[in-house]
């Protein structure tokens, strides 16, 4: 295990840094890991440093923070550190924290302390919620108590929508009989509220929890609060939550005026979508004509590409009906669209929902596209759709644009879109042209992408070349880059190859980089010699700071004088780096070190 000098050095570093919250959480997940004789002189710096702390918010924050942590002879001091916040906020809320962590009599008076402190709030709403947060954890007799004392106060609060919302939030915790009295008195108040947003707000929250009988109007009250409401989007979103509170018939006319107040938004994209949303609310018999109109306003967006995609997008919610008709209106719309690029994407949206007629059609709009790149999106798209023998005749088609297009990239993104759909018989074909590329690199990269989507037989061929390309590559980086991303493709028998493109990089750092990678996909037989290959790459990095990223994915799989030995090096590592990496690279470590 490691000497107890590694976990001093820690202790060290973590009481270096500069941020007190930082240095106070790394302190107590370490304060374990020292011999005994010295946790207390930690706990009393720590405890130093939360009564040195410039915010009392901050105070309360540190002390929750060491809870987990805690022996149990510091309890008593802790708890006098927390009763000594002048803040009457922080103290009770720190208190309230730390009394899980206690038993009997002290978890008691802990609560009965947090209790005094939050009940002498100044501001009358903050103190409900204090209070009314606290009160699960307090016995009855002094739940009781507390919420007598601050059922006065929320009776007190001036303003009506506060004091509606304080006394709804004090009535559970009341016995039956005050429960119904104090929701009566919140409906009162609710009814009070001037602006109607916040009055049918207000009544919808409320009517669930007070009697069957008067539910129904109180959500009644809240319907007519809600068409009070002179914005139409929030009159609508206001409208709908209730709906579902609301017995069929009345819920039909609430949803209704829902939807008038969603047509009367003036965007149009919005006003689609919150008519849709109404729209799925509706009986069968009216949301069918709802939906037409939310696509009637669909076809009126402004800027075409939006328009596309939201007719596109629209497709899916109409499953329940008749779509021939919306489906016309939304093709008509994306073969409209001057931008080719976008309705490439517009009809791969609208691709799964397209037969008959209208895939032919799609498929003639996706075979005059002039743009490659694009013509080979959408062929992808609509493929699938295809009978067997015109969809291989389409996806030959869409390799051919793919191989068209003039950038690279936009090659490689095209094949990801085709290849899937391809006989396994061409599917070398569509490959031809970036297995035959110049570029080392981006024949290295551009495989390694594709190679997942390939048939095993050939998987296994394309990651050869592409593990050949790395090696080819002059920049050690290059050759890291390329090898980092062909990594979680390579099978086994191929792993060995990637350990011999690994050993030409001669750069320590992207060497140790990728050695510490590999070491993952090794099996254990074969990973002693390259886990020693890899710390002495690291070993031989110029700049410490850069040593502990490696080291830290190589600690995992190190044991006994190993691991010591690379736990020493990463805190080593660490003292060069900026002060945040720094507490970062220690809390990774922490569960290394013995117990």
């Given amino acids: 295990s490691l000497p107890d000098a590694a976990a001093k050095e820690m202790m060290a570093e973590a009481r270096s840094l500069e941020n007190l919250e930082a240095r106070a959480r790394l302190q107590a997940a370490l304060v374990g890991r020292l011999p005994k004789s010295e946790q207390r002189q930690v706990w009393n710096e720590l405890l130093a440093a939360v009564r040195a702390a410039d915010h009392q918010e901050e105070q309360a924050n540190l002390l929750v923070l060491c809870a987990p942590h805690l022996p149990a002879g510091l309890w008593a001091e802790v708890l006098t550190v927390a009763r000594n916040i002048e803040s009457k906020r922080s103290r009770g809320w720190a208190l309230s924290q730390l009394a899980p962590y206690l038993a009997g009599q002290e978890r008691d008076q802990a609560l009965a302390d ?18 009314a947060s ?99 989007r929030t009159r609508a979103r206001a409208l709908i939550e209730l709906g579902s509170h609301l017995p069929r018939a009345e819920r039909e006319r609430v949803l209704d005026e829902a939807l008038a ?110 743009d490659p790149r694009s013509r080979a999106h959408a ?35 095209a094949l990801m879109e085709v290849v899937p759909h391809l006989p396994e018989a061409r599917v070398g074909y569509a490959l031809a042209p970036v297995r035959a590329r110049e570029d080392d690199l981006a024949r290295a990269l551009d495989l390694a992408q594709l190679a997942p989507l390939l048939p095993d037989a050939l998987q296994k061929e394309v990651l050869a070349e592409a593990l050949a390309a790395a090696k080819e590559l002059e920049g050690d980086w290059y050759r890291t880059d390329a090898l980092l991303q062909l990594l979680p493709h390579l099978p086994g028998g191929l792993l060995a190859d990637a350990l011999a493109v690994a050993r030409t990089i001669g750069e320590e750092m992207s060497r140790a980089e990728v050695l510490a990678e590999l070491v993952a996909y090794l099996p254990e037989s074969q990973r002693d010699q390259v886990l020693g290959e890899a710390m002495e790459a690291v070993q031989a ?21 190993e691991r010591d030995a690379a736990l020493r090096e990463s805190l080593t590592a660490s003292q060069a780096m900026e002060e945040e990496d720094q507490a970062a690279v220690l809390q990774e470590l922490i569960p290394y070190l013995p117990d």
């Fill in 114 to 131: 947090a209790l005094v402190a939050l009940l002498g709030l100044g501001h009358p709403e903050a103190r409900v919620d204090a209070v």
């Fill in 134 to 232: 606290l009160a699960p954890q307090l016995p009855e007799a002094q739940r009781t108590t507390a919420v007598a004392e601050v059922l006065v106060t929320a009776r007190a609060i001036e303003h009506e929508q506060g004091r509606a919302r304080a006394l709804l939030q004090l009535a559970p915790h009341l016995p039956e009989p005050a429960q119904r009295e104090v929701l009566a008195q919140a409906l009162t108040a609710a009814r009070t509220i001037r602006e109607a947003e916040n009055r049918a707000w207000m009544l919808t929250k409320l009517a669930p929890y007070l009697p069957e009988s008067t539910q129904d109007a109180v959500f009644a009250e809240a319907v007519a609060a809600a068409l009070q409401i002179k914005q139409p």
């Fill in 261 to 370: 107040a969603a047509e009367a938004l003036e965007d149009e994209e919005f006003r689609t979508w919150a008519m849709v949303e109404v729209a799925w609310r509706l009986p069968e018999s009216k949301r069918r004509p709802a939906l037409v109109r939310a696509l009637g306003t669909a076809r009126r967006i402004g800027d075409d590409e939006h328009q596309a995609s939201t007719l596109a997008a629209l497709i899916g919610y109409l499953s329940d009906i008749d779509r021939d008709e919306l489906l016309h209106q939304a093709m008509t719309a994306v073969c409209a669209l001057d931008d080719v690029w976008g309705q490439a994407r517009a009809l791969s949206r609208l691709a799964p929902h397209l037969s008959g007629s209208l895939l032919e059609g799609a498929l003639a709009t996706a075979r005059a596209m002039q």
């Fill in 379 to 413: 062929l992808a798209a609509l493929a699938p759709r295809l009978p067997h023998q015109e969809r291989e005749q389409a996806t030959i088609e869409a390799v051919a644009a793919a191989h068209a297009a003039e950038e690279e990239r936009a090659t490689v993104q």
């Fill in 541 to 561: 990095i110029d700049f410490s700071w850069l040593q502990a990223q490696p080291l830290s994915r190589l600690i995992p799989y190190l044991s006994g004088a």
